[in-house]
């Protein structure tokens, strides 16, 4: 938890601070201000009262950013503000409520300006359904090895896409519709996992020589969960959790707006901090090695998973009871939705964490090295949801549960995930 404290200014009378020598508290400097600071004889361990107000006609997220995390603050109703105290340097920024991207404006403390704004023209810019730019420096942005051909960029840039490239029209594809054809994104709509092949593919696991060095046990009679004593080493979990930005709270996805963009919804059924494996970790030898594992074991292309999330709980952190598959049939979706769940394992813990299937009355209790695997759909058809996946990470009564879990899609699952097709926009 951010250790900075927040004033409140309508609720609260008494401001409060942390220490700057905390971890949390300490935000690296930028060279221009930290040149300024060094120049002025500006205390960096003093701290001192700013406001952030809302000008605006819609609801504004203020978060505080640290390195590669971004820590909310709070959510600023329009004609309102919040005080607290921080230091010069630190960063802040403004999003629209329940978005962190695209921001509204960044903001650099100086121990000369007190009171930072979040105005209307920016809520304009960032909701215009015309082509404009909604964040700075898209110049810069479309240089990057990728350029225009992403959806992140398309939604935030496609001003400047279309200024700088005449290979396609960048404005019309900020609407879904046409960014997200299956035809747009040379995709078919070939399944891989036909009616039947469940069944099939777990026969294999038990048959074939080269699986039982990962100890494959069915755990239950008529639900094909597969449980893997010698899956992954701890130097493979490792990996995972070394290269992954810094965990966060864990949070769900939400309705789209008009770009596709979904809301990030922190959920009271689900208390754990997450990260997700991006570039350094997806490049790291030794997860490219666990995912060819799971490829291999599930019969499914990678180009079908999500990235790997891994997953910290604590002490009464836990999960409720969900189904990993929209209970909407995703069939018609481009990806078509999730047909298994790979869960990784990357610690024992010494009481309670275990994953709950309350519908076929097992437990998988965490130990480190083991997953586990489970379809979302049904064997004889695989369009329909099974009932029987429900689960839950249970509370961690003692210890600490570290894990990882591989989400894999029907259909490709990571082009549309970088044309901005799943809602993932980061």
């Not at 819609?58 to 820590?71: E, Q, V």
Request: glycine share 6%; net charge neutral; with cysteine.
């Amino acid at each position: 938890m951010l250790c900075i404290l927040l004033l409140l200014s309508a609720v609260l009378s008494n401001e409060q601070v942390c220490s700057a020598a905390n971890e949390w508290c300490t935000a690296e400097l930028n060279s221009k201000e930290a040149k300024e600071a060094q120049t002025k004889q500006i205390p960096q361990d003093t701290s001192f009262s700013v406001e952030f107000t809302n000008q605006g006609s819609k609801t504004a997220d203020i978060y505080w950013k640290a390195g590669s995390r971004s820590d909310f603050i709070a959510s600023v109703k329009p004609s309102e503000g919040i005080a607290m105290k921080t230091y010069h340097g630190h960063t802040f920024f403004a999003a629209p409520k329940d978005y962190r991207s695209p921001k509204l404006v960044t903001w650099t403390i100086h121990i000369d300006k007190k009171i930072y704004a979040v105005e209307e023209e920016m809520f304009k810019r960032v909701g215009s359904g015309g082509c404009m730019d909604r964040t700075d420096n898209c110049d810069l942005i479309v240089q990057h090895e990728f350029g225009c051909e992403n959806g992140w960029t398309i939604v935030n840039c496609a001003r400047t896409c279309n200024e700088t490239n005449k290979f396609r029209d960048y404005c019309q594809l900020r609407d879904p519709k046409f960014r997200c054809d299956p035809k747009f994104l040379n995709l078919t709509m070939k399944n891989a996992l036909p009616n039947g092949r469940i069944q099939e593919n777990v026969n294999r696991i038990f048959s074939e020589a080269e699986f039982q060095v990962l100890e494959p046990k069915l755990v239950h009679d008529e639900f094909p969960l597969i449980q893997f004593d010698n899956f992954l080493s701890k130097k493979e979990c490792n990996a995972l959790f070394d290269t992954t930005a810094d965990l966060e709270r864990s949070t769900d996805h939400g309705e789209k707006n008009e770009f596709g963009e979904a809301k990030r919804v922190i959920s009271s059924g689900r208390t754990s901090l997450n990260a997700w494996c991006r570039h350094e970790c997806m490049n790291h030898p030794l997860v490219k090695n666990i995912i060819a594992r799971i490829e291999k074991v599930t019969n499914v292309p990678k180009e079908n998973f999500e990235s790997p999330q891994v997953l910290q709980y604590t002490k009464g952190q836990f999960y409720q009871n969900h189904y990993d598959r929209s209970m909407i049939n995703a069939d018609g979706e481009v990806d078509g939705g999730r047909i298994y769940t790979f869960f990784l394992y990357c610690s024992d813990v010494e009481e309670g964490g275990e994953t709950s299937f309350p519908n076929i009355g097992i437990k998988v209790k965490p130990k480190l090295g083991r997953a586990v695997l489970w379809p979302s759909v049904l064997d004889l058809d695989v369009k329909k949801l099974d009932r029987r996946s429900f689960h839950s990470g249970l509370p961690v009564k003692k210890g600490k549960k570290l894990a990882s879990n591989v989400w894999i899609h029907q259909r490709n699952f990571e082009k549309p995930n970088d044309w901005g097709c799943t809602g993932s926009f980061d």
